[in-house]
């Protein structure tokens, strides 16, 4: 297992990289869903103590999925949006609709999180060669440090540490970033088959 | 205000307050003793150390550990008498609804349960508690009256 303190740029960059690809793939599905060019970037790829992730914006009042990654590699994602930009951005899909209190707005939530993580998973799968799964994706609105703390039980076991790969996404008609988060926390036992994979795969 | 984060403990002296942001299904513990209004809290995560994948680990973050800590500190440092101390505990929620199995089952109830384990273990009487259910909260606890203050965003303000 590799100790994420011992990650160096070379290993985050290849992070990035396959988490580049992976987003531009979710990206354009998203695009195709909402019938609106959007961009999603990789800003960073970074190490964070999970206590000062979960303690930054603890109290804010977000719209969350969580989908469970298996297969090749473990790990999860957090798509995470304020309430307010959560509403705006199902207000396509399901004019008139909220992601509080109405079924299909949190469906809807549910949906496009979904559709993200596919398109990024099956991406980041024919880059690495491994096959992936994803679980249905889960959803609660609430305080961002009390879903995030739920969410990240199981890592915290491994590390104080969490690698999070941190997308962002923007409305290119609009010009303007859509102020929510897709995150990909891989477990750490799993960094060692992307690196084993990827070092593989650039030797031959 | 003294700011307890995740896995932490913290204590406090008349005037000051204890908080913590967010709890989903970890659990806020305090344990204090209200004629010296000296009280401490942690902000427990997982149930037991046993579960641990790593050799070195905040004491604040496992239940077994957690009290263990508070006690110490209470008893060796501030002087409070166990027997005259009590607790008041807060969250143990579940804030993803789903029918599927989570790998560790229903944290929130195991960390209620297991903070309650070590309570009675040594002793300690849980006087007030407002757990489980399916919302987060931040709490505050007041040294000066031995309040613990609740936050939720959709249920509001309480008091135990």
């Given at each position: 297992m590799h100790n994420l303190n011992e990650l160096r740029t070379v290993h985050l960059d290849l992070l990035k990289e396959s988490g580049n690809i992976g987003a531009a793939h979710a990206a354009s599905s998203?695009?195709?869903?909402?019938?609106?060019?959007?961009?999603?970037?990789?800003p960073s790829v970074h190490v964070m103590?999970?206590?000062?992730?979960?303690?930054?914006?603890?109290?804010?009042?977000?719209?969350?999925?969580?989908?469970?990654?298996?297969?090749?590699?473990?790990?999860?994602?957090?798509?995470?949006?304020?309430?307010?930009?959560?509403?705006?951005?199902?207000?396509?899909?399901?004019?008139?609709?909220?992601?509080?209190?109405?079924?299909?707005?949190?469906?809807?939530?549910?949906?496009?999180?979904?559709?993200?993580?596919?398109?990024y998973l099956s991406a980041l799968?024919?880059?690495?060669?491994?096959?992936?799964?994803?679980?249905?994706?889960?959803?609660?609105?609430?305080?961002a440090g009390a879903i995030l703390s739920e969410g990240l039980v199981e890592l915290s076991l491994y590390d104080e540490s969490a690698l999070l790969i941190d997308a962002?996404?923007?409305?290119?008609?609009?010009?303007?970033?859509l102020n929510g988060e897709f995150l990909f926390l891989p477990f750490p036992d799993s960094l060692d088959v992307i690196f084993s994979i990827a070092e593989g795969k650039y030797s031959k | 205000m003294i700011h307890v984060g995740l896995s932490e403990i913290k204590f406090a002296e008349c005037p000051e307050t204890l908080k913590t942001l967010g709890l989903g299904s970890c659990v806020g513990v305090v344990i204090y003793h209200d004629q010296k209004q000296i009280a401490g809290m942690a902000h427990v995560m997982l149930p037991d150390s046993s579960l641990a994948r790593t050799t070195t680990y905040p004491l604040g973050k496992y239940a077994d550990t957690a009290v263990p800590?508070?006690?110490?500190?209470?008893?060796?440092?501030?002087?409070?008498?166990?027997s005259q101390l009590k607790a008041k505990i807060a969250g143990g929620a579940e804030m993803f609804k789903t029918t599927r199995m989570a790998p560790l089952g229903s944290i929130g109830s195991r960390n209620v349960e297991a903070v309650k384990n070590q309570l009675c273990a040594h002793h300690i009487p849980v006087v007030a508690e407002e757990t489980g259910a399916d919302y987060g909260r931040t709490v505050e606890f007041l040294t000066e009256t031995c309040n613990l203050t609740i936050h939720a965003i959709f249920k509001g303000k309480s008091i135990i």
């Open positions: 998203l695009s195709v869903l909402l019938n609106k060019p959007i961009d999603m970037r990789i103590p999970i206590a000062g992730l979960i303690d930054a914006d603890a109290e804010k009042h977000v719209a969350a999925s969580y989908i469970q990654v298996d297969g090749g590699l473990r790990g999860f994602f957090f798509m995470m949006f304020t309430v307010d930009q959560a509403n705006t951005l199902i207000a396509e899909l399901v004019p008139g609709s909220n992601v509080v209190d109405d079924a299909m707005g949190k469906s809807a939530f549910c949906e496009i999180s979904n559709i993200l993580c596919g398109s799968s024919a880059f690495l060669g491994v096959p992936l799964t994803q679980s249905p994706p889960i959803y609660a609105v609430d305080m962002v996404l923007f409305d290119r008609q609009k010009g303007n970033r | 800590a508070l006690l110490k500190k209470m008893t060796e440092y501030y002087d409070c008498p166990v």
